[in-house]
């Protein structure tokens, strides 16, 4: 029985068709709210092959709208993306570095394209399956928000949604920040909904499961190059630096090198430690742990901080990638320009173009673009 505690309020709520988003609209029924269902179509080049599903996606939304009950409407923004999203994800990739494109939909395409069309529709509030949580606190001049990690830290998705800020905060709800994923999982077979079982989405819709060198290849310009080692030899041709990324170990075609063998006839393992883009080299390692592949400190751009100024410096805790421990930290003085993070452990092949992304607690305060 649906508790009648948010009469009126309407929430527009982002339905991708997957499980999360489903139950999240479902629990915010629940809740008492007005809800309104809204697919975005963010991608229109061949998405009718094997490796997009917004067809089938948008199939699964509707029928999960009328399970639930609620109206739901596709609204298309693949404009919108490949000007804003895609454009800087060639640009990234072609100056060898590897962009994180989650990040950047997500501030400028669910919570910016998407925000702006829920408001046209009325919309107190939007709301996505995304696993955070969002924290008003009070103030003498106000409210301020507070981006902080799911309870669930296992699927905690703060570090996708660290470049949000004040207004985008303000405005938007994350139901399934305060339950385990297993738990949503149960809701929805619970409720019966056609997609209870559906496998969970990795990557973005334009990749999806395809493979990525030939997807960049319809983009971007191959360019052969050698493969180095740190002693100088080469012992390889890459297809073009934009195609590889630092801590690599797979799809570089230099296995079993010759006077690289071990006693058992086997070689090494090889990783990307470095690209040098002016002479088109990429430089490879032996070995996990190669000093070439560890950092005890990074510098990083295009920041981006949740309360709109930087934190003060001291220490805290930061994850160069998405699927990492919180590692502990000393931020230095951080300007518009960007910061400076000192590790008291080595980092393991911290990537030029994914995020930093800084914690205090599980609080979220923001980050900024490794350079």
């Known amino acids: 029985?649906?508790?009648?505690?948010?009469p009126k309020k309407r929430v527009v709520v982002?339905?991708?068709?997957?499980?999360?988003?489903?139950v999240t609209a479902w629990l915010l029924k629940q809740q008492g709210y007005e809800v309104v269902g809204l697919f975005m179509?963010?991608?229109?080049?061949?998405?009718?092959s094997e490796y997009c599903s917004t067809r089938q996606d948008w199939l699964d939304a509707a029928s999960v709208a009328d399970v639930v009950g609620v109206d739901i409407e596709a609204v298309n923004f693949a404009s919108e993306y490949k000007?804003?999203?895609?454009?800087?994800?060639?640009?990234?990739?072609?100056?060898?570095?590897?962009?994180?494109?989650?990040?950047?939909c997500n501030a400028e395409i669910k919570f910016k394209a998407f925000l702006d069309h829920a408001m046209t529709l009325g919309a107190d509030h939007i709301a996505t399956g995304h696993y955070a949580r969002v924290r008003a606190v009070r103030e003498p001049?106000?409210?301020?928000?507070?981006?902080?990690?799911?309870?669930?830290?296992t699927k905690d998705q703060s570090y996708f949604l660290h470049r949000l800020n004040q207004h985008q905060l303000s405005r938007t709800l994350f139901p399934l920040g305060e339950i385990p994923k297993t738990e949503v999982r149960r809701i929805a077979l619970e409720i019966g909904l056609p997609n209870a079982t559906k496998k969970d989405s990795t990557g973005i819709c334009f990749i999806g499961e395809r493979p990525f060198r030939s997807f960049l290849n319809q983009y971007l310009p191959t360019q052969p190059g050698p493969i180095v080692t740190q002693k100088g030899k080469k012992i390889g041709t890459h297809h073009g630096l934009s195609f590889y990324t630092l801590g690599q170990r797979k799809g570089l075609g230099i296995g079993g090198v010759k006077g690289?063998?071990?006693a058992d006839g086997t070689g090494p393992v090889w990783y990307v430690a470095r690209k040098d883009i002016p002479s088109n080299t990429l430089y490879v390692v032996e070995g996990h742990e190669h000093p070439w592949l560890l950092s005890d400190?990074?510098?990083?751009?295009?920041?981006?901080?949740?309360?709109?100024?930087?934190?003060?410096?001291g220490a805290y805790a930061a994850k160069t990638r998405y699927r990492q421990s919180d590692a502990a930290c000393v931020l230095a003085d951080s300007t518009p320009a960007g910061f400076t993070l000192s590790f008291?452990?080595?980092q393991w092949a911290v990537t030029p173009g994914q995020s930093a992304v800084l914690y205090d607690g599980d609080i979220c305060l923001g980050g900024g673009i490794i350079t």
């Open 297 to 313: 400190q990074l510098h990083a751009g295009q920041v981006s901080w949740v309360a709109g100024h930087p934190p003060a410096a």
């Open 41 to 48: 179509k963010n991608w229109e080049d061949d998405d009718d």
């Open 344 to 346: 008291s452990e080595s």
């Open 1 to 6: 029985m649906s508790q009648n505690l948010h």
């Open 260 to 262: 690289h063998q071990q």
């Open 14 to 22: 982002g339905m991708s068709g997957g499980v999360d988003s489903s």
């Open 141 to 153: 001049d106000g409210e301020r928000f507070e981006l902080l990690k799911a309870l669930d830290h």
């Open 83 to 104: 000007d804003r999203v895609f454009a800087d994800f060639l640009r990234e990739y072609s100056a060898g570095r590897t962009p994180n494109p989650d990040v950047l």
